[in-house]
């Protein structure tokens, strides 16, 4: 089993940054990707990005240049700079985590998933 636990987010100004971090324990020691999905108020959760144990990466056409995905493996701990911020990005962002070397957008791959954390930007 493996256990994600999200920390970083909060209330910010549109315009401010957050970064959140994502730590993986557990039984991590085969290569995995990890990603950040986010949920908004009835919407569906959609993807953000992902990053592979190599740290090739992807980005959602929405966040691409405003935000930032990186890793530590030592650490087994990933992160998320998210810059530019916009009240659309208000969510509910969780980690997850997939065994394997490839970098995918699509939820349902993902093994394991973090509790989240809450991401509030004000206009």
């Known amino acids: 089993q493996v256990q994600l636990e999200e920390s970083g987010g909060g209330l910010v100004q549109a315009g401010g940054s957050l970064k959140l971090s994502c730590a993986a324990s557990?039984?991590?020691?085969?290569?995995?990707?990890m990603a950040w999905f986010r949920q908004a108020p009835g919407k569906e959760r959609e993807f953000v990005s992902c990053i592979t144990w190599s740290s090739s990466t992807l980005y959602a056409d929405s966040v691409k240049g405003r935000f930032t995905i990186s890793r530590d493996n030592a650490k087994n701990t990933i992160y998320l700079q998210m810059n530019s911020l916009k009240p659309e990005d208000t969510a509910i962002y969780y980690c997850?985590?997939?065994?394997?070397?490839?970098?995918?957008?699509?939820?349902?791959?993902?093994?394991?998933w973090g509790q989240g954390t809450q991401v509030t930007v004000s206009s």
């Open positions: 997850a985590l997939r065994r394997g070397m490839g970098a995918e957008r699509t939820s349902a791959v993902y093994d394991y």
């Open positions: 557990g039984r991590t020691r085969s290569t995995y990707a």
